[in-house]
């Protein structure tokens, strides 16, 4: 029962409005909650790597919102938001079904850019969400059990060739661990791994520029190198188009368009403005909307022109206050818009959002990491594999799913001690 008929609707369960809503439930707050999302499990984008080596179980990385949301007031609905009009304070979604908002959390995030590449998003894998992942570790899967029949060499090479466009940190990730994984699982088939090869390709002539991570550039080089099949760079390389046979691409100092032949692109490269933010934006005046079109919020969270609003992640910037599009920065950000929502319906003051930065954490390999703990300590190995592990589990929502992660993970990791091979998809291929 609505105690006090004022209804907050928070549009999109990621990191700032699902943990926006969790924070909510311990709070003694009046007006009823929904969540909406157009998916019906959360996805903890930064195990999803592990989700794909099956280090971790699929469930773990991706949790049904039916799970999270048990025991709590929050009502749940699973629909696409097509429309919110600020004025009249109203959101249509995909079904036709129409809400009336008093407060409403704006947290959709962004979507993968693909800087009008030809053959983009046709013929490329992105990796940002769990049909992401599925897709692409199925392909893999095509794609190595294809190759070990196939006698002709350079197609079967062609099949072993794994193009990832972008060294940002999901690109620099995304080698590394394929850089383990494909050796592992070509050589439980009977393969041989020297014939697989992994390409990074980046416009820019360094990994990581101008990152968050970038303080873990050098790490991250040397464990590209020392992977059990060594990365190839490809830097200061533009990608000219992408095929369903091959990637061209241009030396930023050449005319030439050369091709690399592949059947599997995975693009990491660039984010979008979330179409809903580019509809919601033409009904904000231009000087709140920053180069991107990402409108501005106040340091308190709040949209500048709809102070009933509140938004939080990659889909805002707060004014003055730019901060990286990452989970940890949504997270905090959840947290604050939680506590300014208990804060106006108590009358209270609202707080500003102190969102910081503290550390950086890269998977670099399979048991391999990299930590950069608030920019005072590095540290890499397995060592930097337990606090990334450790960090993200403590991050996972809700006790009784971190829980089981938790067992889940000192399971894996206990017989990992004595056999590393534990981690490969046995299932899958027996
Ligand atoms: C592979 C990968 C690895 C990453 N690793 C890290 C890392 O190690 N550390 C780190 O700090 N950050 C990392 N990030 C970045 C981080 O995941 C994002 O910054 C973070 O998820 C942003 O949170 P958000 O709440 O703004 O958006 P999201 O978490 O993306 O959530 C947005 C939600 O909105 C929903 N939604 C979208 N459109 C609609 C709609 N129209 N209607 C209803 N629902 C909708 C989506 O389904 C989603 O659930 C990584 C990102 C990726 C892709």
Redesign the pocket.
Known sequence: MNQSNQTTMI????????FAALHMRCKNYKPSITL????DR??F??M??DALTSELAENTVCPSYQELLQNTKINFIK????DVDLSQKQITLASGDQYLYDQLVL????IQGYMNTPGTPENVFP???REDMLRLKSQIQSCLSSAIENKDEQSRLAMLTFAIVGAG??GV?MAATLADLLPTWYAKLGGNIQEIKVVLINRAQTILSGDANAALKDVALAALKDRIIPVNLLLGAKVKGVYKDRLEYQGVDSEQIQALKTQTVIW?AGIAV???IQLISKQIPAEHLNKNGLPFVSQTLQLLDYPEVFA????VEVQQQAQP??????YQQ?TTIAQNLDALEDGRALANCQAKLRG???KLGSGYSAANIFDKFKIEGKSADIIRHAAYIEMLPTPIHNFKATKQWLKSETINLFDPSCFLPKEEYE
């Open positions: 549009i999109g369960a990621g990191f700032a409005g699902l909406i999302d157009s998916q959360f996805v984008k930064p999803l790597f629909d696409r938001v097509m947290s959709v995030g962004s990796f940002r969400t940190p999901t990730e990491t979330h179409p809903l939080a992640g990659d889909c599009a990452l989970a940890q920065i949504a959840g950086t954490l890269m």
